[in-house]
């Protein structure tokens, strides 16, 4: 006997696909459990969902209340996507920040200047990323919440000095990441993964590439993690590849932009909508309303390679770029 799934369903669905936290994961499956058609053909997936729920509570309270520290790493998302900065002591990490996003986070000749994270926004053409600065990352000791803080990012930027010893500081970050069983990939595919682990995108930054013979420090590093990683030679400081780091940083995260306009009208090209990788025309009407996608009978569509103006069913995936003209 067929589901039937209804809208109201797959929007649940796919909110609790996207969720991050487990009170948001919660949250969303409370709505799939409402909404769910209440017949014989979806009796064994409200029984998973069920299970899934007892898990996810289960989950909650093991969890103990968050202490001051974890509540220091706690940052709220704003924008298209939430980027981590990592690195050991002193690599450049808030002078990169500063120069990226114009918040202010101290720079000092230092070690450990920086002793909360900070976030601040990043403009990329259209969109706005967040960046979060964050306090060094020193052997052997992590401050609870930080792990946390790189789970739920999107994606993480690496940032090594390479003046010293870049690839020694990459070993210590891998190590460090390890113990908090997170694993970064930069490309390919990323494996899966053993129950409790993370993984992450990560693109290397070898940063301070002004100073005296830094380019040879960079090119080791390099030669050593090329064929893993995305990496840039960079300098804060003086902002060099900054639009490069930019570029790179929207690969990374893996999401389009489109944009929809109404009948006749015309597209506003600077409000985008942003989506995965892979996602359809009924996620770009989930994103503009509930209603929209209940009642979406087809789209038209310029770009895709397609002629311009072509109709696509619900289920076409759209493009990066793509202009999308809903029909109700
Ligand atoms: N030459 C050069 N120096 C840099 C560059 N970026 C940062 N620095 C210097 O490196 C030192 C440390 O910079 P910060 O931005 O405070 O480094 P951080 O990684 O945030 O340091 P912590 O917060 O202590 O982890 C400062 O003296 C900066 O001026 C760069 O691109 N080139
Ligand atoms: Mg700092």
């Known amino acids: 006997m067929p589901a039937n799934l209804t809208p109201q369903y797959l929007e649940a669905e796919a909110k609790f696909k996207q969720a991050k936290t487990t009170q948001e994961k919660i949250k969303a499956l409370e709505v799939m459990m409402a909404v769910i058609p209440k017949h014989?053909?979806?009796?064994?997936?409200?029984?998973?969902?069920?299970?899934?729920?007892?898990?996810?509570?289960?989950?909650?309270?093991?969890?103990?209340?968050?202490?001051?520290?974890?509540?220091?790493?706690?940052?709220?998302?704003?924008?298209?996507?939430?980027?981590?900065?990592?690195?050991?002591p002193n690599c450049g990490k808030s002078t990169l920040f500063s120069k990226a996003t114009h918040a202010f986070s101290e720079v000092a000749d230092y070690p450990f200047t920086t002793q909360k994270p900070i976030p601040g926004m990043m403009k990329f053409e259209n969109l706005q990323i967040q960046l979060v600065d964050t306090p060094p990352i020193q052997l052997d000791h992590i401050e609870p919440g930080f792990s946390n803080l790189i789970r739920n990012a999107d994606a993480l930027l690496i940032v090594i000095d390479v003046t010293e010893d870049p690839i020694f500081q990459m070993e210590v970050l891998l190590e460090e990441l390890n113990r908090m069983k997170i694993m970064i990939a930069g490309k390919g595919t990323i494996p899966s993964l053993e129950v409790g682990w993370a993984s992450l995108r990560a693109l290397l930054l070898g940063n301070k590439c002004d100073a005296k013979n830094a380019m040879e420090g960079y090119r080791a590093f390099e030669g050593r993690f090329k064929e893993d990683f995305p990496l840039l030679p960079i300098s804060a400081k003086e902002g060099m590849n900054f639009d490069e780091l930019k570029k790179e940083v929207?690969?990374?995260?893996?999401?389009?932009?489109?944009?929809?306009?109404?009948?006749?009208?015309?597209p506003d090209l600077t409000e985008p909508v942003v989506l995965k990788k892979g996602s359809t025309v009924e996620d770009v009407a989930l994103s503009i309303h509930k209603d929209f996608l209940k009642k979406l009978r087809y789209a038209k569509i310029w770009g895709s390679g397609k002629f311009d103006g072509q109709m696509v069913k619900r289920d076409y995936k759209v493009n990066e770029g793509d202009i999308i003209e809903m029909h109700i």
């Open 40 to 88: 014989k053909g979806t009796e064994r997936l409200r029984g998973q969902l069920k299970s899934r729920m007892a898990k996810l509570k289960e989950e909650l309270q093991k969890r103990p209340t968050l202490g001051r520290a974890e509540q220091a790493y706690t940052v709220k998302r704003e924008g298209s996507a939430q980027v981590v900065l990592l690195g050991l």
């Open 250 to 266: 929207y690969q990374l995260l893996d999401i389009i932009r489109v944009y929809t306009k109404a009948p006749g009208g015309g």
